[in-house]
Structure formats: C-alpha cells, structure tokens
C-alpha cells in the first residue's frame, strides 16, 4: 500500500517529500491503528477518494483504515506475545550457552 500511496500522491501533484510522508503515514495507518492531525487524514481520505472511486483496492482499504471500519495488523495483545517468545528465546540461548560453558 505504501507505493500506492506515493505514486498516487506524486501524480496529485505532492512533491516528494510529501508524498513520502504519506505514504508513510497510511502504512502507519493500515499496520497498526495510528491516528494522525485531522489534516494529514484528511489529505489521505482526499489522495485516495479518485483511485477508490476507481476501485482500487488500497484506496478501499486506506479508506475503511481511515474510518475506522478496519482492525489493526498489529494489537497490543500480539506485540505481548510476540515479545514474551522473544524474551523465552533469549532465555533459552542463555541457559544453552551456560550449559555448553559448563
């Protein structure tokens, strides 16, 4: 989504370094829930009002992001899991490495 985003931006007419941001902010958007400045988001919903007109699927996408009718990728809930394996990961290759010293 985020090179969607760019090119649709660039062809808008934004210069690089706002179509960069963009699309930066719509991958925040659609990975994990951010919410941004009333106007960044409301130039996302206008960057993608004419390809989702069009029925490109990550305008759609963007748009149900931007409304709030879509789930994060990404939840606290699974940020805890994934960092307790990590943690159990870690201890495991410590108590390996302490027992090969032993």
């Not at 649709?8 to 690089?16: C, H, P, R, V």
């Not at 996408?61 to 990728?73: S, V």
Request: contains cysteine; glycine residues 4%; hydrophobic residues 45%.
């Amino acid at each position: 989504m985020e090179l969607e985003v760019r090119a649709a931006a660039l062809n808008q007419g934004f210069d690089e370094l706002q179509a960069d941001m963009l699309a930066s902010c719509a991958r925040n958007v659609y990975a994990i829930g951010c919410e941004y400045h009333p106007n960044t988001a409301t130039l996302l919903q206008e960057l993608c009002a004419a390809p989702a007109a069009k029925g490109d699927a990550w305008a759609l996408m963007l748009q149900r992001c931007l409304q709030g009718e879509m789930p994060r990728l990404r939840s606290n809930d699974a940020a805890r899991v994934r960092m307790e394996a990590a943690q159990r990961a870690a201890a495991q290759r410590k108590r390996d490495k302490d027992a090969s010293a032993s």
